[in-house]
């Protein structure tokens, strides 16, 4: 069974500060991941997956996320913290015999201080 | 495009009373999904369609819950005799394909409460 875990449930930072959101996954087979973004009362967006092209990937909005085998993480980052990142972005697996099920960690809310 | 919609936005039931919640995916989305999302939790996976026919129901909670998708475009989530502990964000997406690598669009979701 595939799982995903999100360290810290509350993240709070400085506008222009570094965002870093914190996910590990667990998972028997090679995972597909995917970062998700959930503003107030709208659905998730997608902000990036990783789909084993490359360990680096590159999202919308200046975020970015490194696929780390040895750590079994995929940590969210940004360099610089805008009051619009304000959100609750969830990381999430998929693969296996279940190829199209995403499997989604709790969530971490992004509150971005003036 | 249009996204993914959902009707109602917001529905307020009693306990016992049978709910229904609409799904329109992005046109020309052959996969459709319907998720889970309870207070302070991700979304669970509840029902997966390719096409129209139900090829994995195994989040469905119980026999109350059911899903169609008759024409395999709008799809409806039906909740019978509705209990407190249904009260959730009831999120529907749809994909072009259902691989690995395919990206799941999510509706804004419908919010249900059941007093």
């Known amino acids: 069974a595939q799982s995903v875990t999100q360290l810290g449930s509350h993240v709070s930072v400085s506008e222009g500060a570094l965002v870093l959101l914190r996910c590990n996954y667990s998972?028997?087979?090679?995972?597909?991941l995917f970062w998700y973004v959930q503003y107030p009362n709208q659905g998730l967006q997608l902000l990036l997956k990783?789909?084993?092209?490359?360990?680096l990937v590159k999202g919308i909005n200046g975020f970015e996320a490194e696929f780390k085998k040895s750590e079994t993480s995929f940590h969210l980052t940004k360099p610089s913290a805008h009051m619009s990142d304000a959100a609750e972005y969830f990381c999430a697996v998929k693969g296996g015999g279940s190829n199209y099920k995403l499997t989604f960690g709790k969530g971490t809310l992004l509150t971005v201080n003036p | 495009g249009a996204g993914v919609s959902q009707t109602p936005s917001n529905k307020v039931t009693e306990k016992g009373k049978y709910v229904e919640l609409r799904c329109d995916p992005i046109?020309?989305?052959?996969?459709l999904y319907w998720y889970r999302q309870s207070l302070g939790q991700g979304p669970e996976f509840l029902i997966y369609f390719q096409g129209t026919g139900a090829a994995d129901d195994s989040g469905l909670p119980n026999d109350r819950f059911f899903a169609v998708r008759p024409e395999g475009s709008v799809s409806t989530l039906k909740i019978q005799r509705t209990e407190r502990g249904d009260s959730a964000v009831y999120l529907c997406?749809?994909?072009?394909?259902?691989?690995?690598?395919?990206?799941?669009?999510f509706g804004p979701g419908t919010r249900l409460t059941v007093l």
């Open positions: 998972s028997s087979v090679p995972p597909y």
């Open positions: 046109s020309g989305h052959t996969a």
């Open positions: 990783y789909t084993s092209a490359a360990t």
């Open positions: 997406a749809s994909s072009l394909a259902s691989g690995n690598t395919d990206t799941q669009y």
